[in-house]
T-cell receptor, first 112, second 117 residues
Framework: KQEVTQIPAALSVPEGENLVLNCSFT??????LQWFRQDPGKGLTSLLL?????REQTSGRLNASLDKSSGRSTLYIAASQPGDSATYLC???????????FGPGTRLSVLP | GAVVSQHPSWVICKSGTSVKIECRSL??????MFWYRQFPKQSLMLMAT?????????EQGVEKDKFLINHASLTLSTLTVTSAHPEDSSFYIC?????????????FGQGTRLTVV
C-alpha cells in the first residue's frame, strides 16, 4: 500500500529565498506524482504533474522532480514571495482507476 | 483544461439530517471518481472510490450506509451523508481522471465544507 510522507511539516522563510519541499513514497510503481497547493479553508490547486516517463516539470518559479528509484520527489520554489504561503501537498497516483495517495503536507510561510 | 465541478461549496445542516454533495466532470468522462475527506490540519484521506454503474468501494473505517455514493452517469457522482452528526463536519472533495487517458493528472472539485450543528 502506497504511503506518502513530506518533510518538513512546516517551514518559515524570509521573502526572496529559494526553498525545497520534499516528498517520499514507498511504492516505486507510481504512475504520476502531482503537487498541489491548498490555501486555508480552500480546495486544491494543481501545480505540477510529473508523469511516470518524466523526471521533472517546470512552471514559472516552480520546479518539481521525480526519482522513482529512490521514491522521492522535490518541489523547488525560487525567489519565494509572501503569496506563496500555503500548504503544499504531494500525491502519488497509480494507473487510471487508482486513487491518488496524499502526503500530510508542508505548511509554508513566506515572511515579507 | 479539464474541470471538475463540486456543489455545494459549503453547507450547514442540523444533526440528523442528510446532505447530498455532487461532483461533475464538465468536459470529460470518468468511469471512476474518488471521494476524499479532510479534517482540520490533516491531509486528504480517501473515503471511497465511485464506479459508474456499480457499487462504490469504501476504505476501511468508512461506513457505507452512512456515506452513500451514487455514480449514475459518466459525468456525475454524488455523496450523501446520511443522519449527519457534528463529527461528520469536515471538508469533502471529489476527484476524477479522464478515462480516455490512462496516465493523466487528477482533477479536483472545489470541495465542500460541511458543518453539522
Amino acid at each position: 500500500k502506497q504511503e506518502v510522507t513530506q518533510i518538513p511539516a512546516a517551514l518559515s522563510v524570509p521573502e526572496g529565498e529559494n526553498l525545497v519541499l520534499n516528498c517520499s513514497f514507498t511504492d516505486s510503481a507510481i504512475y504520476n506524482l502531482q503537487w498541489f497547493r491548498q490555501d486555508p479553508g480552500k480546495g486544491l490547486t494543481s501545480l505540477l504533474l510529473i508523469q511516470s516517463s518524466q523526471r521533472e516539470q517546470t512552471s514559472g518559479r516552480l520546479n518539481a522532480s521525480l526519482d522513482k528509484s529512490s521514491g522521492r520527489s522535490t518541489l523547488y520554489i525560487a525567489a519565494s514571495q509572501p503569496g506563496d504561503s500555503a500548504t503544499y501537498l504531494c500525491a502519488g497516483g497509480g494507473f487510471y482507476g487508482q486513487n491518488f495517495v496524499f502526503g500530510p503536507g508542508t505548511r509554508l510561510s513566506v515572511l515579507p | 483544461g479539464a474541470v471538475v465541478s463540486q456543489h455545494p461549496s459549503w453547507v450547514i445542516c442540523k444533526s440528523g439530517t442528510s446532505v447530498k454533495i455532487e461532483c461533475r466532470s464538465l468536459d470529460f468522462q470518468a468511469t471512476t471518481m474518488f471521494w476524499y475527506r479532510q479534517f482540520p490540519k490533516q491531509s486528504l484521506m480517501l473515503m471511497a472510490t465511485s464506479n459508474e454503474g456499480s457499487k462504490a468501494t469504501y476504505e476501511q473505517g468508512v461506513e457505507k450506509d452512512k456515506f452513500l455514493i451514487n455514480h449514475a452517469s459518466l459525468t456525475l457522482s454524488t455523496l450523501t451523508v446520511t443522519s449527519a452528526h457534528p463529527e461528520d463536519s469536515s471538508f469533502y472533495i471529489c476527484s476524477a481522471r479522464d478515462q480516455r487517458r490512462t496516465n493523466t493528472e487528477a482533477f479536483f472539485g472545489q470541495g465542500t465544507r460541511l458543518t453539522v450543528v
